[in-house]
């Protein structure tokens, strides 16, 4: 904590936090609505089970 505190500083580890807390709001509405990515889009990972 100490390290981060030092390199970036109280406000810039807020916006980590911030930016961190905004992804998994985003991850787990998009992952409830069951949002499939579009036909012809090459997937970045090997999806499990497929």
């Known amino acids: 904590m100490v390290r ?3 390199k970036f500083g ?3 580890i807020m916006d980590l ?3 961190n807390g905004y992804y ?3 991850s787990m509405t998009l992952n ?3 949002v499939a990515p579009p036909a012809d889009a ?3 990972f090997k999806q499990a089970g497929r």
Do not use: K, N, S
Request: aromatic content about 0%; proline content about 6%.
């Open 17 to 19: 936090v911030a930016v």
């Open 24 to 26: 998994d709001v985003v």
């Open 10 to 12: 109280e406000a810039g």
């Open 32 to 34: 409830v609505a069951r």
């Open 4 to 6: 981060a505190l030092e």
């Open 42 to 44: 090459e997937l970045p």
